[in-house]
């Protein structure tokens, strides 16, 4: 139980008194207007805050485990190593807070603004964070395993060294994001927006990787820092890849004519390729298992590039090319259509 | 029309190859080693000029370049320093460096310094068609190096992944083989690399 009622709560903050360490437990307090309230360390487990005024209050420390936060005004609010465990913040706008180290794992921030906010090391494990505005958003370090950003806008948002393992980014915007060092293991990338920066560039805006679709100005860029890992990636037919990135134990599938780069910085490492497009190496490859490379209508193994596979040939044979100084273990075998008539 | 074999004996050109690079223009006084169209040849062939080949070989060539013709092809063992071919291969093939076009049939190893393949325009003739084979192009960093570097980790030491490594030219092929048989006291063993001098020769 509160040690203090609404009224009396309203009635502090009013004053201008702090409320520190204040056991706030489960109390009604929607709606109500605590702007620069000192709720420092306070107890708010289980509050109703629901379209509450709470800009730029001291909520540093304070737990707030399974609040209903729904349409809260946080701007500016200082929320920082706050627990928010489960907290229901949808719709919330949490512009220029500040969330760094908070808890928030669990929360379902779904429709929520924190464009600006601060929310380096914040925990946001199977967050709910659909369709969210975090544009600017510093998310330094922060942890997203699995969590859910379908549709989320993240244009210019650092995301240097989060984890963002298993987490779905469908349709999600990546323009100008620096996702250096993130880790993208497992994540659902598909429709995800391009973005100049780190990870992801595309040629529209619209672009979408899901099978359906036919779209041939699509461009995806995978930057220089970026590490994939335990990915299934499918592109369109028509779509162009570039990868500088480091990609681990993935599976990319080409549509028909797709054209993968794998620029000079790109490893593909224990990757497999499948489809009937064109593959490109000016990097390094090195298939998991044989064949590594499987039905390419052509494959280039460029100067300097390294191709360490077992080559399955498209039905109608690959068209092949090797430049000079390209560094070789290659087995190129028939297509398994063609072997019964292969040539011998 | 004639069909000839001339060891040794002037030849006035050896016709263009696009496909493969422009055909080195051979002087009236270069020699060269000619397996003429429709003139087959079975046995080893130890040359001291280019060998081009417009017929067929089978078994052993050794040289310091062979030039198989659109119309030529050889099968065997081949051991050259420049290898350019539009025609015809099947065996295993070392060479310093390597142009190919035509075919490359099955079972066929080929491994080279440097390779070069063309690549043929998407609507037109296929420059060279593949069968199942095994190219040894180069030196192939270690995987675990590659990922180290890509993901900003500092390699420790330049190490290379020399499991399946296997002699690149002619002559290191030939001096791994002597250092087997010193060392073995008998027949060639598989040959390695000797780490120690990567870039020989």
Known sequence: ?344 | MTNVTRMGLPTPTVGPAPAVGPAPTVGASAKTTLIEDDTEFKGTLSSKCPVVVKGAVEGEVNGPSLHVSPSGSVSGKVKVGELRSEGTLAGEFDADTVQLAGTVKNDTVIRARSLEVRLAPASGRMQITFGQCELAVGDVPAKEDAVAVASGRPVEAPTRDTSEELPTTVREADRVATEAETTAGGPRGKPRRDSSNPAAP
């Open chain 1, 1 to 344: 139980m509160a040690e203090l009622n609404r009224e009396e709560v309203l009635r502090r903050v009013e004053r201008g008194e702090r409320l520190e360490r204040a056991d706030l437990r489960e109390l009604d307090l929607s709606h109500a207007v605590l702007d620069r309230a000192e709720l420092r360390r306070a107890d708010l487990d289980g509050a109703n805050l629901q379209g509450a005024r709470l800009t730029g209050a001291n909520l540093r420390n304070a737990s707030l485990r399974e609040a209903y936060m729904v349409a809260a005004d946080l701007r500016e609010a200082n929320l920082e190593n706050a627990d928010l465990e489960g907290a229901r913040l949808e719709g919330a706008d949490l512009r220029g807070a500040n969330l760094a180290r908070a808890s928030l794992e669990g929360a379902n921030l779904t429709g929520a603004r924190l464009a600006g906010a601060q929310l380096g090391y914040a925990q946001l494990e199977s967050a709910s964070l659909g369709a969210a505005d975090m544009t600017g958003a510093n998310l330094t370090h922060a942890d997203l395993g699995h969590a859910y950003l379908g549709g989320a806008c993240l244009a210019g948002a650092q995301l240097v060294n989060a984890n963002l393992s298993h987490a779905n980014l469908e349709e999600a915007d990546l323009r100008d994001a620096d996702l250096s060092g993130a880790d993208l293991t497992g994540a659902n990338l598909t429709g995800t927006k391009a973005a100049n920066g780190a990870l992801a560039r595309a040629g529209r805006p619209t672009a979408t990787g899901g099978r359906n679709g036919h779209r041939p100005d699509v461009a995806r860029y995978f930057g220089r820092g970026d590490v994939l890992r335990g990915a299934t990636l499918r592109f369109d037919a028509g779509c162009r890849v570039e990868v500088e990135s480091l990609f681990e134990q993935c599976v990319i599938e080409l549509g028909e004519g797709t054209e993968l780069m794998v620029g000079s910085a790109g490893v593909l490492s224990d990757c497999k390729v499948v489809g009937r497009g064109s593959v490109v190496i000016a990097g390094k490859f090195y298939e998991r298992e044989s064949p590594g490379i499987v039905g390419p209508l052509q494959l280039v193994v460029s100067s300097g590039g390294c191709l360490v596979a077992e080559v399955e040939q498209a039905a109608e044979t690959t068209r092949f090319a090797f430049e000079p100084g390209s560094n070789l273990r290659v087995k190129i075998r028939n297509s398994r259509a063609n072997e019964r008539g292969g040539m011998s």
